[in-house]
T-cell receptor
């Protein structure tokens, strides 16, 4: 079984709809992250969480919100989706403690907003 | 955060070594250099990281210059499955939370 899973894997929605993307991990990591990737570009950090009670904005948090329901679960919400939020979304996890710990990525969710 | 620059694309013959360069001239003393790769649109895969010394693991070797302003990722015997986009990242932020992915280098391994 995959260590970091994301649901759904693909989603098509309409402008103005509320969307939730979910991420679960079995690695036992404290830290979780949400990124988006636009075609031909690298990943950009949306939000990150260092533990259940810790939520922080990343580079591009406007239009998004998150919830850390448990150590293993980190959800990303688009309250009112717009077409320029069409992208590939990745969840990642890492161990706490040392800042040099690598991140492990999920398989991604492809979101299309019409 | 230190920024990185990489060539947009490179080709490599199957079985030969692939050497992927990265410049990070503004890197600070406590920032690590990471390499990830992304095959098609899958989640990025960790390859290797280092601070000052050269590093080697089962996937690759990382050579960091003495002044730390550049590094090279070496895939010793490239295979077709190594075709991917390779990202060089200097991790930043006060808690190391910022993995800034640039556009990377698209490596094509040719038969």
């Amino acid at each position: 079984d995959a260590d970091v899973t994301q649901t759904p894997r693909n989603r098509i929605t309409k402008t103005g709809k509320r969307i939730m993307l979910e991420c679960s991990q079995t690695k036992g990591h404290d830290r979780m992250y949400w990124y988006r990737q636009d075609p031909g570009l690298g990943l950009r950090l949306i939000y990150y969480s260092f533990d259940v009670k810790d939520i922080n904005k990343g580079e591009i948090s406007d239009g998004y919100s998150v919830s850390r329901q448990a150590q293993a679960k980190f959800s990303l919400s688009l309250e009112s989706a717009i077409p320029n939020q069409t992208a590939l979304y990745f969840c990642a996890t890492s161990e706490g403690g040392a800042t040099y710990n690598e991140q492990f990525f999920g398989p991604g969710t492809r979101l299309t907003v019409l | 955060d230190a920024k990185t620059t990489q060539p947009p694309s490179m080709d490599c013959a199957e079985g030969r070594a692939a050497n992927l360069p990265c410049n990070h001239s503004t890197i600070s003393g406590n920032e690590y250099v990471y390499w990830y790769r992304q095959i098609h649109s899958q989640g990025p895969q960790y390859i290797i990281h280092g601070l000052k010394n050269n590093e080697t693991n089962e996937m690759a070797s990382l050579i960091i210059t003495e002044d730390r302003k550049s590094s090279t990722l070496i895939l010793p015997h490239a295979t077709l499955r190594d075709t991917a986009v390779y990202y060089c990242i200097v991790r930043g932020g006060p808690y190391g939370q910022n993995f800034v992915f640039g556009p990377g280098t698209r490596l094509s391994v040719l038969p």
